[in-house]
């Protein structure tokens, strides 16, 4: 099985935990009531003995629950030591903030030579685990994106945070990390209720998915207040994460720096259909610096403004979402943890992928293919494996373009971090850039044998059209043979149009009322050889720095009884350019003779680049 292992021996059972933690709830019960009791006898005056012999019985009460407590907590694995991680990544130049000499800018960071050599390598995995191994097409595409393009992809609009600011400082924080920190913190507390550490774990699910209203609302009612002062807070209000800029000096073709790599793969989608033939399915791959001006960045590589991102988009047909490998994968068993359990259990289940797909936790098997090819991608990485499940989005926190998506979450000390996106993004892309531009985006399906098919076809009045809209007579047209390409929604206009006797449509920007009479819908019995569609897409994304840290978090551990020495057992695609390195640290070895070795390649100079190899590791042997 895929997950064998996943159980440390070092981990308490489950059920122990469950069972301290039950017990502490009953203790909390009977402290609360005893406590209740005290009150009232104070409070009647009652006779000093009886008194003082309840407050005892209070006090044995509550050194219960502290010794329940500290049982839990011995049982818990030892704390990640995170702050010797870092000084070890800072202090061997993995990574470190960038501009330090001028005290950094938070959110940015550099690579040194190790980290560059580990994120080159975890690249070149990526590119032969997908784009070489499912024959993508990859192409590179610009950071300067034109705001048109954004605009009409919906991000200028929607893609935003929920930000506070602290009353005093003006110190800005993520509303809903704030909240999901502050319920975390709730649900480890073990003085609290049963109820009220569901009521906290319910909140942390669905704090991603809440509007500034019910993420006021929740901050309200805990008090939650500035974590660095302790000062009041503002109402949450929403936060663009884009960064804007100008295009040219004349300041009037505005631009962002690009927050995702997928919108160069689709506005050139028709050449990249039209490079594979004309033939679907098939992926775009991309790897490339995206841009966010995160409110609070922090946690080292996991929330930064600037960050590596590899994504692919596949494109296939809306209704045939099946993939001819999924068997490759079906047999993996992977810890799922869908919208439902977030809401209903709070825990992950290992569950076979092909059951998931069958029983439709999973909406198709191409989402799931690449899910099965993202858990094989982490683990071939150097991901632990008992730090790796996929969560489902819930309804209220799913992007925009998205029907379904599950992320690959790895455990860190941070705690469970997305790093990797895979979703359905249906059409939606597609349809939106093939609106805008006027430009046909859609694909061919080619029949077997001609088929006989009832389609819907506009009869359009053009007098009366010509006279209500003139010069943009030709705009209402377009928008409605457009809308025949989609039974239901003409359909559902023709219901409206019947209904009122007149419909609203906008286009471009301009409102429009179509009126009865303009437009019918007919059906007609047509014999056609092919349709054209509009391609589905399924995108997975990572994250490559989130992946990198991960993975170095997870290679980090103290020697037992001497937590001076520190070690990083690395993953085997980076493991000898950490050997390399810490060879290149002892001052006793001599150099790598560099210059001799870089020279470029001509017929004779093998014998020669050989030898001087054989020489400089007999020099390593002789130095120990």
Not at 95 to 107: C, D
Not at 299 to 319: K, N
């Amino acid at each position: 099985s895929f997950l064998q292992g996943r159980v440390r021996t070092s981990d308490p059972p489950m059920a122990t935990l469950e069972e301290l933690q039950s017990e502490i709830a009953e203790l909390n019960l009977k402290v609360n009531v005893q406590g209740d009791k005290v009150r009232t006898l104070k409070a009647e005056k009652a006779a000093k003995a009886t008194l003082d012999e309840e407050v005892k019985l209070l006090k044995e009460l509550k050194g219960q629950v502290e010794k329940k407590a500290k049982e839990i907590q011995s049982k818990l694995p030892k704390p990640f030591n995170r702050a010797g991680f870092e000084a070890l990544m800072k202090r061997r130049f993995f990574f470190a903030n960038a501009f330090g000499l001028y005290n950094g800018v938070a959110g940015l960071f550099d690579f040194g030579p190790p980290g560059c050599a580990l994120k080159a390598n975890l690249l070149n995995h990526w590119r032969q685990h997908f784009v070489m191994t499912e024959n993508m097409l990859e192409v590179e595409c610009t950071n300067v994106t034109p705001d048109i393009v954004l605009r009409t992809s919906g991000h200028v609009e929607k893609f935003a945070d929920y930000m506070v600011k602290d009353m005093v400082t003006g110190d800005c924080y993520r509303a809903d990390k704030l909240l999901e920190e502050v319920m975390s913190a709730r649900m480890e507390d073990p003085k609290l209720s049963p109820e009220q550490k569901e009521e906290a774990r319910l909140l942390n699910a669905q704090a991603g998915g809440m509007d500034d209203k019910q993420l006021g609302e929740a901050l309200a009612k805990f008090n939650v207040k500035a974590p660095d002062t302790n000062n009041d807070l503002s109402v949450p209000y929403p936060f663009n994460l884009m960064f804007q800029t100008q295009i040219g000096p004349a300041g009037n073709n505005p631009g962002f720096l690009r927050p995702e790599t997928a919108q160069g793969i689709f506005v050139n989608f028709k050449r990249l259909y039209d490079y594979n033939g004309s033939k679907l399915p098939f992926g775009g791959a991309t790897i490339g610096t995206a841009f966010r001006n995160e409110i609070a960045p922090r946690a080292g590589l996991l929330r930064v403004r600037e960050f590596t991102l590899a994504e692919i988009e596949y494109f296939l047909h809306p209704d045939k979402k099946d993939h001819p490998k999924f068997s490759n994968v079906a047999h993996l068993d992977l810890l799922l943890y869908s919208s439902q359990m977030q809401l209903e259990t709070g825990r992950a289940v290992v569950t076979n992928l092909g059951q998931a797909v069958r029983e439709g936790m999973i909406d198709n098997e191409t989402l799931g293919y690449f899910i099965g090819r993202c858990a094989q991608f982490l683990l071939a990485a150097g991901v632990d494996a008992k730090k790796l499940r996929f969560r489902q989005h819930l309804k209220t926190e799913m992007a925009h373009y998205a029907c379904d998506c599950w992320d690959a979450e790895l455990e860190t000390s941070y705690g469970w971090v997305e790093c990797v996106g895979n979703a359905d993004r249906s059409c939606y892309d597609l349809k939106v850039h093939s609106e805008k531009s006027k430009t046909d985006l859609t694909a061919w399906e080619e029949f077997a044998e001609p088929q006989t098919l009832e389609v819907l076809e506009p009869v359009l009045n053009m007098q009366m059209i010509g006279k209500a809209f003139r010069k943009d007579q030709k705009l209402v047209k377009e928008y409605i043979e457009n809308l025949a390409q989609s039974e239901a929604d003409a359909l559902q206009f023709q219901d409206k149009l019947t209904a009122d006797g007149k419909v609203t449509i906008t286009v471009e920007g301009q409102d429009f009322e179509v009126a009865a009479g303009m437009v019918t819908f007919n059906k007609v019995t047509k014999k056609i050889s092919g349709k054209s569609f509009l391609p589905s897409v399924i995108e997975p994304s990572y994250g490559i720095g989130r992946i990198l840290y991960a993975i170095l978090e997870h290679c980090y551990w103290q020697r037992e009884g001497d937590e001076q020495r520190e070690v990083l057992s690395p993953p085997q695609h980076g493991a000898h350019q950490m050997r390399d390195f810490a060879v290149e640290q002892q001052r006793c070895f001599p150099p790598v003779p560099r210059p001799a070795l870089s020279l470029p390649y001509r017929p004779g100079r093998a014998r020669a680049r050989r030898r001087q190899q054989h020489f400089h590791w007999q020099a390593l042997r002789a130095h120990g």
